[in-house]
Nanobody, 122 residues
Framework: QVQLEESGGGLVQTGDSLRLSCAAS????????MTWFRQAPGKEREFVAT????????YYSDSVKGRFTISRDNAKNALYLQMNSLKPEDTAVYYC???????????????WGQGTQGTVSS
């Protein structure tokens, strides 16, 4: 079993930055692909970014490419999402996930955190 806990959300203005963290416990995540999803009110959960177990490959949704950076520290059993140049449309609850059960961009993962709210005001 893996427990995931996100932190770092908050209320910021357009153009500001946020750094989200996801702390894993119960088992090492060093062998697991890790992914960030987000869900805005009234919308489906959508893929944001994913990173391979060793951190040597990353993929981003078109909507965040060039603004967000996913990273991981396997020694700390942690995952991060640096979000720059934030826009109001980035407002959502952000979730980290481990244990993909389908393609990496599909929200079918075995383990999920409880989410952290990121709100961007215009």
């Amino acid at each position: 079993q893996v427990q995931l806990e996100e932190s770092g959300g908050g209320l910021v203005q357009t153009g500001d930055s946020l750094r989200l963290s996801c702390a894993a416990s119960g088992r090492t995540i060093s062998s697991s692909r890790m992914t960030w999803f987000r869900q805005a009110p009234g919308k489906e959960r959508e893929f944001v970014a994913t990173i391979a177990p060793t951190g040597d490959s990353t993929y981003y949704s078109d909507s965040v490419k060039g603004r967000f950076t996913i990273s991981r520290d396997n020694a700390k059993n942690a995952l991060y999402l640096q979000m720059n140049s934030l826009k109001p449309e980035d407002t959502a609850v952000y979730y980290c996930a481990a244990g993909s059960q389908s393609s990496y961009f599909t929200p079918k993962y075995r383990y999920w955190g409880q989410g952290t709210q990121g709100t961007v005001s215009s």
